[in-house]
């Protein structure tokens, strides 16, 4: 297992977190994923986290800089399928997961970034961007 | 790692399977699944096996499995990601994979399971069957 595979759905891509991540796994998800959201244009970026027991300081870095290297190549991250005791242990170290929206499924993450990529779409075209 | 996660994307399933298998977690899958199809009504089962450089007669067996299940629950199976070392591979050991459709990547596993559902309700309405 030396990659975390990245599924294309629509406009964004799909990440699924199985396997206890270590440094390398999580360098290489980084460089996997913007290079993808890069070469798709992708607007979202959908991280399920439902097979995670435990998420620590590590995991909780991974994701903030995940979600900041995202948005500056201008895609939303959206975390799914946080367990219940992830969620309180999460606020427990004091994590925020700043510049992560969470939804509680796959499908309402969908909507969530389909809504996102609604409104900018709506704004850059009210700015008179080419989409 | 007890359980692979099995993720509602409208009205299909979506598993993606990145850990080497073994027999209680192809069981459990099995089972999650299966009981998932049921719970969710769904209508399509998409398998991604991007993340898998070698597909033995186990896992053969035990795609094909799945697939018969939910056919029997009324869903279709389609498997997508597979590398070409795997597809070669299959078909020197005479593997041909019944029941299950394949597609390149999941996108194009999405379109033949939206085309199966759509083509299934246009026949069951022509014959007058509730959906």
């Given at each position: 297992m030396d990659r975390i595979p990245i599924l294309k759905v629509g406009e964004c891509l799909l990440v699924t977190i199985q396997v206890d991540m270590h440094d390398e796994l999580a360098m290489t998800l980084q460089q996997d994923l913007t290079s993808q959201i890069s070469k798709y244009a992708s607007r979202g970026v959908l991280i399920d986290i439902?097979?995670?027991?435990i998420v620590d300081s590590f995991i909780g870095r991974m994701l903030a800089n995940i979600a900041a290297m995202s948005r500056v190549l201008d895609a939303q991250t959206v975390l799914t399928g946080m367990q219940p005791a992830v969620a309180i242990t999460l606020v427990e170290l004091g994590?925020?997961?700043?510049?992560i929206k969470t939804a509680l499924n796959v499908e309402r993450g969908m909507q969530l970034l389909a809504e996102y990529i609604g409104e900018n779409r709506e704004l850059e075209e009210a700015d008179g961007v080419e989409v």
């Amino acid at each position: 297992m030396d990659r975390i595979p990245i599924l294309k759905v629509g406009e964004c891509l799909l990440v699924t977190i199985q396997v206890d991540m270590h440094d390398e796994l999580a360098m290489t998800l980084q460089q996997d994923l913007t290079s993808q959201i890069s070469k798709y244009a992708s607007r979202g970026v959908l991280i399920d986290i439902s097979s995670l027991e435990i998420v620590d300081s590590f995991i909780g870095r991974m994701l903030a800089n995940i979600a900041a290297m995202s948005r500056v190549l201008d895609a939303q991250t959206v975390l799914t399928g946080m367990q219940p005791a992830v969620a309180i242990t999460l606020v427990e170290l004091g994590m925020s997961l700043p510049g992560i929206k969470t939804a509680l499924n796959v499908e309402r993450g969908m909507q969530l970034l389909a809504e996102y990529i609604g409104e900018n779409r709506e704004l850059e075209e009210a700015d008179g961007v080419e989409v």
